[in-house]
Nanobody, 125 residues
Framework: VQLQASGGGLVQAGGSLRLSCVVSGRTDRSYAMGWFRQAPGKEREFVASISWSGGSRSYKDSVEGRFTISRDNAKNTVFLQMNSLKPEDTAAYYC???????????????????WGNGTLVTVSS
């Protein structure tokens, strides 16, 4: 399974970006997906997750209401719409996948089996 993230860039505070993550390879399986981010000098942290059906979503507290995770299973793609961006959102953003199932929490890095490349988001003040 390969994951390819894209959509990062430089944006002013208050602006928006939409990240995409395309899953290829074993697309005959169902995957729950997550987005994580890593700022310079900091550990990677959970941002958002979505179940295979899209019916269950979760967010890091600081992005709730500003970010929206969604998916298009026909296109094997997961999106992260980021609005009202803040300088503290600056980071490399990574998408991750795990076989669909019932999980108590989707925010743990260890849950995910597959990781994509990072796409850099820079928010200027």
């Amino acid at each position: 399974v390969q994951l390819q993230a894209s959509g990062g860039g430089l944006v002013q505070a208050g602006g928006s970006l939409r990240l995409s993550c395309v899953v290829s390879g074993r697309t005959d399986r169902s995957y729950a997906m997550g987005w994580f981010r890593q700022a310079p000098g900091k550990e990677r942290e959970f941002v958002a997750s979505i179940s295979w059906s899209g019916g269950s979503r979760s967010y890091k507290d600081s992005v709730e209401g500003r970010f929206t995770i969604s998916r298009d299973n026909a296109k094997n793609t997961v999106f992260l719409q980021m609005n009202s961006l803040k300088p503290e959102d600056t980071a490399a953003y990574y998408c991750a996948a795990t076989p669909a199932g019932s999980y108590a929490t989707m925010s743990s890095e260890g849950l995910y089996d597959y990781w994509g490349n990072g796409t850099l988001v820079t928010v200027s003040s």
